[in-house]
T-cell receptor, first 111, second 111 residues
Framework: SQQGEEDPQALSIQEGENATMNCSYK?????LQWYRQNSGRGLVHLIL?????REKHSGRLRVTLDTSKKSSSLLITASRAADTASYFC???????????FGPGTRLSVLP | TAGITQAPTSQILAAGRSMTLRCTQD?????MYWYRQDLGLGLRLIHY???????GKGEVPDGYSVSRANTDDFPLTLASAVPSQTSVYFC??????????FGSGTRLTVV
């Protein structure tokens, strides 16, 4: 069963604009992670946010977490063509070490 | 470069045949995972291993088996392949709940 669900499924923006992707989940979590996947490649870990954190930054990435709404957002500022990829959120099920991935958001950054 | 090596990168397999997808990591991570990725469904966990000598079933384990004889290797075996097992398979590892490292994937086509 999928825990995280990303929204929107696909997003097209112009280079230089900001991109926002959202993730909703159903049950309580300890951690939520965001990953990037370039076409035909494996997933790359971007950032992890814990349930007691509300916001985290890494370079041009900003992740927020609202546990009351069971949602997270990933903001990519000043987007570049190289940011074109699929982005996935993953949440832990609260036991073991297994994370569940959502179906992803396909981001296209147009030059 | 430290990471995860998957082999083969792609394979066409006749239905009914068996095949083992190889996964090796050199990071001494305790936990390892096998996911399959299908369009529109995101990544689904097939099997996992929290430490050498132990394995567990994920969301979609039927038709697959794994073994974890040592820390570094986590092969995935399809005993009798069926067309519905056509997918891209990713191996991943983790030493904690801080994120996964993914391999580059194996693209399998069962005909």
């Amino acid at each position: 069963s999928q825990q995280g669900e990303e929204d929107p499924q696909a997003l097209s923006i112009q280079e230089g604009e900001n991109a926002t992707m959202n993730c909703s989940y159903k049950t309580s979590i300890n951690n939520l992670q965001w990953y990037r996947q370039n076409s035909g490649r494996g997933l790359v870990h971007l950032i992890l946010i814990r349930s007691n954190e509300r916001e985290k930054h890494s370079g041009r990435l900003r992740v927020t977490l609202d546990t009351s709404k069971k949602s997270s957002s990933l903001l990519i500022t000043a987007s570049r063509a190289a940011d074109t990829a699929s982005y996935f959120c993953a949440t832990d099920e609260g036991y073991g070490q297994n994370f569940v991935f959502g179906p992803g958001t396909r981001l296209s950054v147009l030059p | 470069t430290a990471g995860i090596t998957q082999a083969p990168t792609s394979q066409i397999l006749a239905a009914g045949r068996s095949m083992t997808l190889r996964c090796t990591q050199d990071m001494r991570h305790n936990a390892m995972y096998w996911y399959r990725q299908d369009l529109g469904l995101g990544l689904r966990l097939i099997h996992y291993s929290n430490t050498a000598g132990t394995t567990g079933k994920g969301e979609v384990p039927d038709g697959y088996s794994v073994s974890r004889a040592n820390t570094d290797d986590f092969p995935l075996t399809l005993a009798s392949a069926v067309p519905s097992q056509t997918s891209v398979y990713f191996c991943a590892s983790s030493d904690s709940r801080l994120g996964y490292t993914f391999g580059s994937g194996t693209r399998l086509t069962v005909v």
